[in-house]
DNA sequence: ACCGGCTGAAAACTTCTGTTTTCAACCTTG
DNA sequence: CAAGGTTGAAAACAGAAGTTTTCAGCCGGT
């Protein structure tokens, strides 16, 4: 009776067992990102369909997800995560900066990185809603930080006498929901307008709701 | 050989076979009306749940609907229905009135129309999302309709120098999605406010991007 | 009272997908 | 080069709904 265990989780056309599953992994996860965002959309795909764009089996897919949600769902917290980068980027670059100016930086380098990729835009805006209550719940925890980073924000502006002061927290939910509502109508094509057409349009609405630059 | 046809489309129960049809496609709707927008929700509701509801058949119930997105779709246009006859309703009461009293008229007749009956409110702004490209559709033709509205008022604003002049198509349409938006967010419960402060919220949106009031 | 349409419940049938299993070919190590 | 893990494709299996059919009983006209 050899050492049978030693080739427990051997190395495999030069890979260790952790490499090629990570592989896998992130091959699943674009033949999704292009399947859910750019082809017939997530409600519409198959756990087949993902395993024949990414040249795997649907084996080999039970033992990287659960369901086909836990797929979207971790798109959801990428394409999330490279927007909220985005805005961290700049952020140290406006923090002198008057109001106007800075809140219209962090807006365009939000929607910069939430929509210059469509496929992001699409899973961001549109493919995420109405799934599931456990995606409604992700959704909620990520607007949540949203609203949390506009309120600071914000509240920094009337500190300084840049904008009226008031409790803006309904203000603040509502503006997130604008910028889900608008942004879900763009990218299912029901706005004719440019990228920079809609940052302005935003821009327009967050900047007269509260009435910044003129803090009376 | 006598006349047999004669039976054909017979009474039963007092009323003709059409009142029959009418009756039973009516308690399809209500127990449909209550599924979708107060117990488990069009995706979670299936025909039998329907069927049971109502107190019919399957059978009845294709003999009423093609199928179950039928149901949904004429419900959305019924509580569309509901909300621009609200509208239409203060139209004449406010047409003489300013600008600023009269936008808040419509818009508060408009949100009570709509969402009133949280049934009304979770179906137009909850349930019919992310459906279907028929829906979809469906709910473009509507939308579509709102903006229309809208871009009259406010070019009637601009006319009367009480919002400065400009294309506000986009701005329209932004409009639009900030309503569905703010009202999805709200109906899911992700918004803690009363239905006046969702009004309140609106209108300032409004009357802030279309600095309306002051005609510069 | 009888015949035939109408009703409502249940069963049967179908389709679509998700999920697991099988198997032959393939690699790596000893 | 033999043994045993690894892979990928296909088949088998399972389950949930949608949809159609059946059937016993009810109703209304002749």
């Known amino acids: 009776m050899a050492d049978r265990g030693a080739a427990g989780a051997g190395r495999y056309k030069g890979r260790s067992a952790g490499e090629r599953h990570a592989e896998r992994h992130r091959r699943f996860l674009e033949a999704a990102l292009d399947l859910f965002g750019a082809g017939p959309g997530y409600r519409a795909t198959r756990v087949v369909d993902i395993c024949k764009a990414a040249g795997l089996s649907t084996r080999q897919f039970y033992e990287e997800f659960g369901t086909i949600e836990d797929v979207l769902a971790e798109l959801h917290l990428y394409v999330n995560d ?11 670059q ?26 992001h835009a699409r899973i961001a805006y549109v493919e995420v809603i109405g799934v599931s209550p456990r995606m409604d719940r992700q959704r909620l925890d990520r607007r949540a930080v949203w609203i949390d980073f506009l309120t600071r ?58 009435r910044i630059g003129n803090g009376t």
Do not use: C
Not at 98 to 111: F, G, H, N, Q, S
């Open 82 to 92: 490279v927007a909220q980068q985005a805005v961290l980027d700049v952020l140290p």
């Open 94 to 119: 406006v923090r002198d900066k008057p109001m106007v100016e800075r809140i219209t930086r962090l807006l365009r380098a939000y929607l910069k990185g939430a929509a210059s990729d469509p496929r």
């Open 153 to 210: 924000v914000l509240d920094e502006a009337i500190e300084r006498g840049e904008a009226p002061p008031g409790d803006y927290r309904i203000a603040a939910a509502a503006f997130i929901g604008s910028v889900n509502g608008l942004m879900h109508d763009w990218v299912v094509g029901w706005v004719d307008a440019t990228a920079d057409e809609i940052a302005g349009e935003l821009l327009q609405t967050l900047l007269g709701r509260y």
